[in-house]
């Protein structure tokens, strides 16, 4: 067997309603599948090979049946609100790889921006924060966008779970899609 294959993730989802449940082992994964407990959804195109056989790897599988599961809140944290705004600058749209001053932006050039600053009253939510250059999060300082003309180019929203956005954020881009980022009321 490929163990390359092996050691992937794959984005489990609840049944019918396709929401991300977990992200598990490709052994638990096939597991389900074999059970019958689970479908694949999308292939990884890895493939396990046996002697006689081949098995293709999932990215994406989804449960039979639905499950009933307590919908957990999901906690702020500056990792996450990076991750969830995939490392990419709210006001001038730099990501790391991009050339700032003649250097090569890492993901450690970013920060997390409270938009209505904590001096202000701003306080740690995933619709107050979001990911800023350095540049940009100190030309801000302690105002807010609009006293100094700077644009957010997305508003800012709560995922569904903070595990959930930096697994998926940080897997395939195939899994993308199942993470609904809700408006948070
Ligand atoms: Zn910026």
Redesign the pocket.
């Known amino acids: 067997m490929s163990s390359i294959a092996l050691k992937g993730r794959v984005l489990l989802l609840n049944g019918s309603s396709w929401e991300p449940l977990a992200v598990i082992s490709v052994p638990r994964a096939i597991n389900l599948i074999l059970a019958g407990k689970a479908v694949v959804i999308e292939q990884s195109g890895h493939f396990l090979k046996t002697i006689r056989d081949q098995f293709p790897v999932p990215s994406v599988i989804a449960l039979r049946t639905y499950i009933n599961v307590p919908r957990r809140q999901a906690h702020w944290s500056r990792k996450g609100v990076l991750v969830r705004d995939s490392y990419t ?6 990501q790391p790889g991009h050339i700032y001053k003649g250097r090569v932006l890492s993901k450690n050039d970013f920060t997390v921006d409270h938009i209505l600053p904590k001096s202000r009253g701003g306080r740690d939510q995933w619709t107050n924060t979001a990911c ?6 100190h ?1 801000k300082g302690d105002k807010l966008p609009n006293e100094i003309a700077m644009k957010l180019r997305w508003e800012p929203k709560t995922p569904r779970t903070s595990y959930l956005v930096i697994a998926v954020g940080t897997g395939p881009d195939a899994w993308k899609r199942y993470i609904e980022i809700p408006h948070e009321n």
């Open positions: 600058c709210i006001y001038c749209g730099v800023a250059c350095y540049a940009c999060n030309k």
